[in-house]
């Protein structure tokens, strides 16, 4: 791993994974990481879908 490809450190001194290195890894893990490609656990537009 990268520091600043794969991860980064925030200003409380946690490791943050990059979109990066998600999608290396392949999967979600489902635990709502901040840069998660697949937007598991992000709000939805509430608004209804166009047709």
């Known amino acids: ?17 990059t979109k990066a290195y998600h999608l290396k890894r392949g999967y979600c893990c489902k ?8 937007n598991f656990g992000k709000k939805t537009s509430d608004k209804p879908a166009d047709r």
């Open 31 to 38: 635990n709502k990481c901040k840069h998660c490609p697949w």
């Open 1 to 17: 791993m990268k520091e600043g490809e794969d991860f980064y450190f925030n200003e409380d001194g946690l490791m943050v994974f």
